[in-house]
């Protein structure tokens, strides 16, 4: 909360580093009120993300929220994903 706005002036003056941990350190937060416990994997995939549209997200609720619920779909289709691959294995090793 103490945390002052990041600029992208703020921003052109740290290394690419710096500027993902920067926006990172401030999406974290936002992100945890909305999915505290997949906080910290959304927050790795968004950073994924062009830093100018990162800032734009820090601006607008509406469109981080929109991003982190893209993520969480595609989060689901993951897990499903490995779920059904984990099935698959079960399978073939019960039927060999």
Known sequence: AG??????????NATPQEQKQMLGERLFPLIQQ???ELAG?????LLEIDNTELLHMLESRESLKAKVEEAIAVLQAHQAKQL?????????????
């Open 3 to 12: 945390q002052e706005p990041l600029t992208p002036a703020a921003l052109a």
């Open 34 to 36: 909305m999915q505290p």
């Open 41 to 45: 994997k959304i927050t790795g995939m």
């Open 84 to 96: 059904y691959a984990a099935k698959q294995a079960a399978t073939n090793s019960a039927a060999s």
